[in-house]
């Protein structure tokens, strides 16, 4: 079993739709939560951290948590065709080895 | 958030040399530093955990005499593809962690690498 999952898509959305990108995650005791975008060729972009459960938003992310489901999710919404990239859910179980990332899942917004 | 430089950004080499990339924090210092490998369309792969002044810590099923690292600052890592071949031609990212065990990792812009 990964210990990060993701859907690998592509996940396609019309532009000014909501994307919605999930991920789950093996290890119960998973401490912190984050989004990094990548563009194709680009290294990965950090968007969103989570550390707790709920909701957080910044601007048009909104990243979401449940512990008890082990599941992390983002909501892109108002889609633009700029968010077309590979997202990348990492989960950090504590301690400087322990960032896993899922493997992505490829969002393209159709203009 | 905090920033990662590496350098070079593209290496095009001959088989059976070495190339040197370099990745700096540039305003924190990493005490740990890690090491990626990105081929096309596939996700990233843990290399190696890179700790100032002490060895690093290699990922199973990659070679420690053939990806040499060094960590002998506090800002500065550097990663070395030694008698380099094709099948070593990947994109090569580094990244730090500036707040903690459990802080978010930032990542160097990339190198390139292509052994002809």
């Known amino acids: 079993q990964k210990e990060v999952e993701q859907n690998s898509g592509p996940l396609s959305v019309p532009e000014g739709a909501i994307a919605s990108l999930n991920c789950t995650y093996s290890d119960r005791v998973s401490q912190s939560f984050f989004w990094y975008r990548q563009y194709s060729g680009k290294s990965p972009e950090l968007i969103m951290s989570i550390y707790s459960n709920g909701d957080k938003e910044d601007g048009r992310f909104t990243a979401q948590l449940n512990k008890a489901s082990q599941y992390v999710s983002l909501l892109i919404r108002d889609s633009q065709p700029s968010d077309s990239a590979t997202y990348l859910c990492a989960v950090n179980s504590g301690g400087y080895q322990k960032v896993t990332f899922g493997t992505g899942t490829k969002l393209q917004v159709i203009p | 958030g905090a920033v990662v430089s590496q350098h070079p950004s593209r290496v095009i080499c001959k088989s059976g040399t070495s190339v040197k990339i370099e990745c700096r924090s540039l305003?924190?210092?990493?005490?740990?530093m890690f090491w990626y490998r990105q081929f096309p369309k596939q996700s990233l792969m843990l290399m190696a955990t890179s700790n100032e002044g002490s060895k690093a810590t290699y990922e199973q099923g990659v070679e420690k005499d053939k990806f040499l690292i060094n960590h002998a600052s506090l800002t500065l890592s550097t990663l070395t593809v030694t008698s380099a071949h094709p099948e070593d031609s990947s994109f090569y990212i580094c990244s730090a962690n500036s707040q903690g065990a459990t802080g978010e990792l930032f990542f160097g812009e990339g190198s390139r690498l292509t052994v002809l």
């Open positions: 305003d924190f210092q990493a005490t740990t």
